[in-house]
């Protein structure tokens, strides 16, 4: 159904010329993903990050030393390696106000007869720099015969590269994608372009892959915020389209008489923070509303967001319904089920856990329980979302860490019930302006205390160097009672990366602890998983050597240090919610980070604040600030929206703006059917919000 104008954009990357299959599945790595090759809208969005200033010197006297240089000279000798010797070719050019020696290691001679013939005039682009008080050029970039210097442009777009593709093959195929840029309808405002100054969006991308100057490459133009602008509108308009469908689907409204909510507040081992309480009777007010509710809860690390769920889960059993609680990973999902389950016990709640280790009798049981209603709470993963899983009578759906899951997971596990309502969870907290983008079809409510009884974490940096003092820090921590976590970003030794890996960490840290080491890794089966943790749990281990697979909720109270090798490779977000799995329990805690030098200033800078705060949501701005949004809730593998143009951090006022079009548009054009109407359908497709164009289909 996508427009046949885009079709051009999504063909695959390999229609454009010069792009083999050789070529074609370097850029599927790069550039596609697991679902989909490489194509040209890829290639289209692929921006350049800077520009290489290549207008030409008047002379060679003028050309700049130590800098990109573009003269015309005559070619006068060529001195070639003595016989024997491993010395580079030379080829002298000069003009009347010097001359420039061009150097080339393992020369091709012949070939360089013919590109360079002595007496012949070229034009030369590359680094010029003084050896030996002479100027030189190694390996010019560019070497063109006078009539084709107009093809040479002015300032050099330089794109992002990998391995296998070099700047000037990137170069070509993204100016091709960009020739394949049909001229769209315009779906802007006419009003709103003339007041920003905007240009079309087939001029934008023509300035973006031609830029006049470096600045058209590497700073803030009208032409990259046009298409920022587009991005925004576009998911703003998606939001607001499913906003509307979730309100469009009339409610059912959940109210109880309080006693299992008493029950469960009268059981808890603590008081409700004042954002607890308030969090909860926003969740009550809305599941009593005849609409479907659809909130965020937002809390940082420890601020008691699954006491606020479970309390949630008792209202609806409380009406005679059910509630599923859904996780990211299986060793959470358990942990859920199981902290949970004493709590429910006492109110009389019958709850089971469903993921997609559950087989056999165990497994249709809990399915008979679902569908006949005698069980309040099914706490699981993905499973839940399974075919086979029928719900009595559903009334809430509460997912934890949302950003693990899409808008279209959302809708689909509100479809398993009659108006369900949609409580989502995130332990990551969001800058306002993220909060805008990602969860604009949400009310948000926010925790931002912790429990009473917490005590800071104390975080140090320690250079790698000093490996063994840490070793010995945690031997005494581990004497004292205290466990351990030690993370490590890879599984196992990588020959790419100098990257200490959780297999070869566990095995030199067993050799002086023994069996008091273990190892979870995302790779290991569920099982083996399982009983790691399990084993951390029970103090059985007093180690564990683990990969950022323990990163999301995994509680273990007596968990006290924690130590994070190669820290400056982990982004702010991370290492918060990795700090956040210590200093559950009463004992005072300690983070290392454990960096290799020297020091780039971000990987710097996070340090320092991780050193100065624990404040999530101070985190969560400054982790914007250094590396923009792209990653900030590690988007690459999280299935958020990651921005190919935007940037939040810098574009809030493009995105108030595009909030408010839309909210305009949907109120005013519903189906999209108006002339702007239909030419936003292109743009959701252009830019694959395309869910929104399918709710509208489904009316």
């Keep these: 159904m996508r427009p046949s104008i885009l079709d051009p954009l999504f063909a695959s990357a390999t ?44 002379s060679i006297a003028e050309a700049p030393i130590g800098d990109i240089a573009t003269f015309a000279a005559r070619v006068s000798e060529h001195r070639p ?102 001229d769209m309808p315009e779906w802007q405002d006419a009003g709103f372009l003339a007041k920003s100054d905007f240009p079309s969006f087939h001029a934008a991308i023509e300035a973006l892959h031609h830029p006049a100057d470096r600045k058209a490459a590497e700073g803030d133009t009208v032409a990259r915020r046009r298409i920022g602008y587009d991005e925004l509108l576009a998911s703003q308009i998606a939001l607001a389209l499913v906003r509307r469908q979730q309100k469009k689907i009339a409610g059912r409204a959940t109210t109880g008489d309080g006693g299992l909510r008493f029950r469960i507040q009268s059981a808890l081992p603590f008081e409700l923070t004042e954002g607890q309480r308030k969090a909860i009777a926003d969740i009550h007010g809305d599941m009593a509303k005849p609409e479907r509710m659809l909130r965020l809860l937002q809390g940082d690390v420890g601020s008691g967001k699954t006491v606020v769920a479970l309390m949630a889960m008792a209202a609806a059993a409380e009406a005679g319904r059910q509630s599923v609680l859904m ?157 351990v976590y030690w993370v490590c970003p890879l599984v196992q030794e990588s020959d790419t990366l100098d990257v200490a890996a959780a297999q070869e960490r566990y095995e030199a840290l067993r050799e002086i602890f023994g069996d008091k080491v273990g190892l979870l890794h995302g790779q290991m089966p569920g099982r083996e998983k399982d009983a790691a943790m399990a084993a951390f749990v029970a103090g059985q281990t007093r180690i564990l ?98 921005w190919r143009i935007a940037r939040p951090e810098t574009d809030g006022d493009l995105l108030a703006a595009a909030r408010d079009d839309a909210r305009l548009l949907i109120e005013r054009d519903p189906h999209l059917e108006t002339p702007r109407g239909q030419a936003i359908r292109v743009l959701l497709y252009l830019f694959e919000r395309d869910v929104a164009i399918r709710l509208l289909r489904a009316g």
């Design 327 to 483: 996780a990211p990973t299986e060793i959470l999902a358990r942990q859920h089920a199981e902290r949970l389950a004493p709590l429910a016990e006492q109110a009389g709640l019958k709850l089971a856990l469903l993921t997609g280790r559950e087989k056999g009798a165990g497994r249709r049981q809990v399915l008979e329980g679902l569908a006949d209603g005698s069980i309040d709470i099914a706490v699981g993963t993905h499973a839940l979302f399974q075919e086979g899983v029928a719900f009595h009578d559903l009334a809430l759906a509460v997912v934890d860490e949302q950003h693990r899951f899409g808008v279209h997971q959302r809708l689909l596990l509100g479809s398993k019930g009659e108006a369900v309502d949609v409580l989502v969870m995130t332990a990551t907290p969001i800058p306002r302006t993220l909060s805008l983008t990602w969860f604009g079809d949400m009310d948000i409510s926010i925790l931002s205390e912790k429990p009473a009884g917490r005590k800071p974490i104390v975080t140090r940096a320690i250079s790698s160097e000093r490996y063994d003092e840490v070793v010995g820090a945690i031997g005494r921590a581990v004497e004292n009672g205290q466990q």
């Design 545 to 642: 050597v683990s990969t950022t697979v323990i990163e999301v909720g995994v509680d273990v109270p007596n968990a006290s240090v924690m130590v994070i090798e190669h820290a400056e490779r982990f982004g702010l977000a991370q290492l918060h919610q990795l700090r956040g799995r210590i200093g559950r329990g009463s004992a005072a805690s300690t983070c290392l980070l454990l960096y290799k030098g020297p020091l780039g200033p971000i990987a710097e800078a996070r340090l320092t604040i991780m050193r100065e705060t624990e404040d999530g949501f101070r985190i969560a701005e400054e982790d914007l600030r250094l590396r923009g949004e792209g990653e900030v809730l590690g988007t690459k593998q999280s299935g958020s929206p990651d």
């Design 15 to 58: 229609t454009l010329s010069g792009v083999g299959p050789k070529l074609g599945k370097v850029l599927d790595r790069f550039l596609g993903d697991e679902m989909r090759p490489a194509r040209v809208i890829d290639l289209l969005f692929h921006l350049p990050t800077g520009a290489v200033d290549r207008r030409p010197s008047p």
């Design 81 to 182: 390696a003595p016989a024997g010797k491993k010395a580079p070719y030379r080829i002298i050019v000069e003009d009347e106000t010097g001359d420039v020696t061009l150097v080339f290691f393992h020369a091709d001679s012949r070939h360089l007869a013919q590109t360079l013939p002595v007496g012949a005039y070229r034009i030369i682009s590359g680094k010029l720099e003084l050896w030996e008080g002479m100027r030189q050029m190694v390996h010019p970039e560019r070497i063109l015969d006078p009539k084709l210097a107009a093809t040479l442009p002015a300032f050099e777009p330089v794109y992002p590269l990998t391995e296998g593709i070099g700047a000037r093959v990137m170069m070509r195929i993204a100016q091709a994608a960009a020739e394949r840029c049909p």
